[in-house]
C-alpha cells in the first residue's frame, strides 16, 4: 500500500510540475502576463477641445466641459481650483531650473573660493519659500532632482541655507583681502575688483532673484557693478554665452524634453569651453572631462551612472554654475468621473500616461470605457510626427505611435515594443567591428498596426533607416553614427553605431514608428511635406489611440486602438463586488488575473488526477 500511495504522489508531482511549465493556456496572449504597468487604455475616446486662454480653459473645467487641463496652470488660478468642487490640483517639480552661470575663465571668478563662496551666501531657501512663495525647491545639482541619476539630497553638504560666515571664511583663506579704505575686498593679486551682474527684463522671479545675489555678494565685501535688466530677446546677452564673450555672472534658466544626461558630457567638457553655443561658463576640469568621457562613450549603465554622479559632485563643488530653485509644474483635473490619473514626472497629468492609465469610475459604468476631455490651447500643426515641435501636436501625436521604449512614469526607462535585448561592442563578440556598438532586440509577440496587421523588425528598421537617410531634422544628429538596422527575423532586431555609447540606445528607443507604406514614397526633398501628400482619413498607427475626428479650430478625437496589444479585454458584464479605492474591481481582477487562474486550474487539475489515482489504487488494493 506503501508502495502504491508512493507512486500515486510520485504522478501527481509529474502532472503538476508539468502543468506548471507549459507556459500560457491557449488563447492566453502573452501581454496578459506583463506589469499591470503595461495594462491599458481602459478608455474608448479622448477629446482635445481647442481652448486658447488660460482662464478660459479654467472655466471650462470648473463648468465639467473638459475633464483635463492640457498644460501647466498658471499659479495665479492655484486657489480658484483649489476651493472649486471636484477639482484636484496636483504638482510635479520641473525638469528644468533657474541658476546662474559664471565665466569660470575671468580673473578672478577663476578662483574656486570665490564661486563657493557667493553660493554659500545665497539664500535658495528665501528663493523657493518667499519670492516662489513654496512652489518651488532649492537645488544644487545641474542635473534635476526629478531624474533618477540627480544627485540631489545624497551630497555631504549644501547651499541652500545662507551661510555667510563660512563663505567669508573661504575667501579669508584663498587671499581675498578687505581693503580697509575701500572697504571691498582685493583679488589676491591685490588689486580691486567688482562683479557685474545681467538679468532678463522679463521675468519678475529673475529681478527678484537677483536682488537676493545682489544682497549675497554684498554680504561678502565685494564691490558690484549692477547693470541694468537687458533686453532678453536681443543679440547681445547671447552672443557673450555663445560665442564666449566677455561677461561676469548672468541669471538663466533651462528646461530638458528627457531624462537623458549625455549633455554633461559636453556641456561642460573642457574642449567645449571654446566651442560656439556649448559650455557658457568657459569651464575646464581634468577630472571633469575623465569621466564625462566615460559618461559618453561606455556602454555599461552603471559606469555612465557612476560617471554621471561624480560629474555633477565636481560641478556643485566647483560652481560654474549656481542652480538656484527646481520649480513646481502644476495640473488641475476633474475627479467626479474617472480616476487613476497619472501625475508623470516628465509631464505632470497631462500626459500619454494618464490617457494610457485613467478609467471610468465604477458608479459611471467602469473601469472601462468612456471619453476623457483635454483642453488644448492651439489646434494640431500637423500630423507628420517627424516635423512637428509645438507641445499642443505633441499631446496628440504621442498617443499614435508608439516606440521601442517609453519613459515611465517615475522616469525609468520601459522595453515597450521590445521583450528584451542585449549590447555588444568587439570585446564581447569578435565579429563586431572595433570601436562599434551593436544593439538585438527581440520584439514583442502580438504587436499590431491599427488595422490589425502584425508590426515586424523588419518595419522597425525600415523606419529608422528612413529617418537617418532623410536627414530628419531633430533624429538625424542622433541617428547619424547608425550604420545599419535589419531585422534577422520577423521578431529580432539589430541595430549597429560605428562608435561606442550607451546613449545610442536612447538614439532610437524613442523615435516614433512609422508604417512602411507611408515613408516608402517620400524622399529627402518633401519628407517634411508628408503631412498634405499622404493623411487623407487612413493613416495607420501603432500607438493605443487613432484619430477618429478633426473639426479645425474646434477639437480633435481619438478613438482606441482595438487591436493594440495592451488593451484590456473588455468584459461583456461587471459583476458585483467589493472594488478598491480606484473603483476597479478587486475580487474580480484578483480572481480572473491571469497568472492566478493559470495556478488555478493547475491545482485543480493536480487535485482531481490526485483523486482518480488514489481511488485507482484503492481498488486494485481492495480486489
Known sequence: MRRNSRICYAI????????????????????????????????????????????QQVIALQDNEIDLIGNTI??????????????????????????????????PLNYTALRRAIAFALD??????????????????????????????????????????????????????????SGFRDAPNGRAFNITI??????????????????????????????????????????????????????????????????????????????PYYNFANFR??????????????????????????????????????????????????????????????????????????????????????????????????YNPLISHSVYTRNVLDNLFDSLFKIGP?????????????????????????????????????LTWSDGSQITADDVAYALNKYRDLEVFGYYDELANMTAAYSRTPSTLAVEFNTESYWHLHSIAYKPIIRRNMLEGIGSEDWDD??????????VYSGPYQIQEHVLGEYISLQANPYYLFRPEVPETTPLSTTNESGSNVFFDYLFDPSLSYIVTAVSVTVIAFVIIRWYFFRKTSS
Open 285 to 382: 576640469n581634468d577630472t571633469y572631462d575623465f569621466y564625462a568621457d566615460i559618461l559618453l562613450h561606455s556602454i555599461d549603465y552603471d559606469e555612465v551612472q557612476n560617471a554621471a554622479e561624480r560629474m555633477q559632485e565636481i560641478l556643485v563643488y566647483e560652481c560654474p554654475i549656481i542652480v538656484c530653485y527646481e520649480n513646481l509644474l502644476l495640473s488641475a483635473y476633474r475627479t467626479d468621473r474617472f480616476t487613476e490619473f497619472v501625475n508623470d514626472v516628465s509631464k505632470g497629468v497631462p500626459g500619454w500616461w494618464t490617457n494610457f492609465k485613467v478609467q471610468l469610475k465604477q458608479e459611471e459604468g467602469g473601469p472601462f470605457g468612456g471619453t476623457l476631455r483635454w483642453s488644448n490651447a492651439l489646434d494640431l500643426d500637423t
Open 198 to 275: 545681467q538679468w532678463p527684463d522679463s521675468s519678475y522671479i529673475a529681478i527678484e532673484i537677483t536682488t537676493e545675489l545682489i544682497k549675497a555678494i554684498e554680504s561678502l565685501h565685494i564691490d558690484i557693478d549692477i547693470h541694468e535688466p537687458v533686453c532678453w530677446h536681443c543679440a547681445g546677452i547671447w552672443n557673450s554665452l555663445y560665442f564666449h564673450w566677455d561677461y561676469d555672472i548672468i541669471f538663466l534658466g533651462s528646461s530638458f524634453s528627457s531624462f537623458d544626461v549625455d549633455w554633461l558630457g559636453r556641456e561642460f567638457h573642457s574642449e567645449y569651453s571654446t566651442i
Open 12 to 55: 501527481v508531482c509529474v502532472i503538476s510540475i508539468s502543468l506548471l511549465s507549459i507556459g500560457p493556456l491557449p488563447g492566453q496572449a502573452n501581454h496578459q502576463f506583463l506589469s499591470p504597468l503595461m495594462s491599458g487604455p481602459f478608455l474608448d475616446e479622448v477629446q482635445y477641445h481647442i481652448i486658447t486662454q488660460d482662464d
Open 124 to 181: 535658495k531657501e528665501h528663493i523657493s519659500d518667499e519670492i516662489w512663495d513654496g512652489l518651488s525647491v532649492p537645488q544644487d545639482s545641474p542635473i534635476p532632482q526629478i531624474n533618477p541619476v540627480s544627485v540631489e539630497g545624497f551630497l555631504d553638504f549644501t547651499y541652500y541655507e545662507p551661510e555667510i560666515a563660512r563663505a567669508n571664511s573661504l575667501l579669508d583663506d584663498a587671499g581675498f583681502t578687505i581693503n580697509q579704505t
Open 410 to 446: 517615475n522616469g525609468e526607462d520601459i522595453p515597450w515594443m521590445v521583450e528584451s535585448f542585449t549590447v555588444e561592442t568587439h570585446e564581447d563578440n569578435q565579429y563586431i567591428p572595433d570601436g562599434h556598438t551593436r544593439f538585438v532586440f527581440d520584439i514583442r509577440d502580438g
Open 74 to 107: 498658471d499659479p495665479s488660478f492655484l486657489v480658484t481650483l483649489q476651493e472649486a468642487a471636484n477639482i484636484e490640483v496636483d504638482n510635479t517639480l520641473r525638469n528644468g531650473y533657474g541658476y546662474l552661470t559664471i565665466n569660470t575663465q575671468k580673473f
Open 530 to 539: 508628408w503631412d498634405e501628400s499622404v493623411f487623407n482619413g487612413s493613416l
